[in-house]
């Protein structure tokens, strides 16, 4: 058969970066108006500049003749298609978006979306800060948990001095909460 007439995938299906995390049925995509921002950004550099410099690239490989063994046509394709794989991705997400913003939450002395929380584990002392986030803002390196993690999810609607059981692989463990604080408005 004709290599003209075989389908690439297009890589819609693997479980690459770019397939949606898992979000609970009967949930939005919950996220912060920096996180909304940084995507809607991501996408318009892709669209607007990343991908027009890779059509030129492959067009101009195109013109050198025999594709097949073209290096330039040949990686400038692939490249099309993730950039095109995570446009869609982006698309999907800000649509199904719900952006939150944790500087308007009125009730500050619970733990609720955006909340910066401070919490020691009762075994050991050890203290962690992290930020309560959507799933498109998970840093972890940065403390940025996602609302559906875990933690996260022991923590929501917990005060400061509550200690609350976090359901962990390993088996349950008890953490303190230490402090409550969200972005001011």
């Known amino acids: 058969m004709s290599k003209a007439f075989t389908r690439e995938s297009?890589?819609?299906?693997?479980?690459?970066?770019?397939?949606?995390?898992?979000?609970?049925?009967?949930?939005?995509?919950?996220?912060?108006p920096a996180g909304h921002a940084r995507l809607r950004d991501e996408l318009r550099t892709l669209r607007q500049s990343e991908r027009p410099r890779i059509v030129e690239?492959?067009?101009?490989?195109?013109?050198?003749?025999?594709?097949?063994?073209?290096?330039?046509?040949?990686?400038?394709k692939r490249r099309?298609?993730?950039?095109?794989?995570?446009?869609?991705?982006?698309?999907?997400?800000?649509?199904?978006?719900?952006?939150v913003d944790p500087a308007r939450q009125k009730n500050r002395d619970q733990v609720f979306f955006g909340a910066t929380v401070t919490f020691a584990h009762v075994e050991t002392?050890?203290?962690?800060?992290?930020?309560i986030v959507g799933q498109d803002e998970v840093d972890p390196d940065h403390g940025?948990?996602?609302?559906?993690?875990?933690?996260?999810?022991?923590?929501?609607?917990?005060?400061?001095?509550?200690?609350?059981?976090?359901?962990?692989?390993?088996?349950?463990?008890?953490?303190?909460v230490v402090a409550i604080r969200y972005p001011e408005a």
Request: charged share 35%.
């Open 144 to 176: 940025r948990i996602s609302w559906i993690s875990p933690v996260a999810r022991a923590l929501l609607k917990a005060r400061a001095g509550d200690v609350v059981e976090v359901r962990m692989p390993a088996g349950p463990e008890s953490i303190e």
């Open 125 to 131: 002392d050890a203290e962690r800060t992290v930020t």
């Open 57 to 76: 690239i492959v067009s101009w490989a195109a013109g050198n003749g025999d594709r097949s063994e073209n290096g330039d046509y040949l990686y400038g």
């Open 10 to 32: 297009d890589g819609e299906d693997d479980d690459g970066p770019e397939r949606d995390p898992a979000t609970p049925p009967g949930t939005r995509n919950y996220i912060t």
């Open 80 to 99: 099309l298609r993730e950039i095109d794989r995570r446009i869609r991705f982006l698309v999907r997400r800000l649509e199904a978006a719900e952006i």
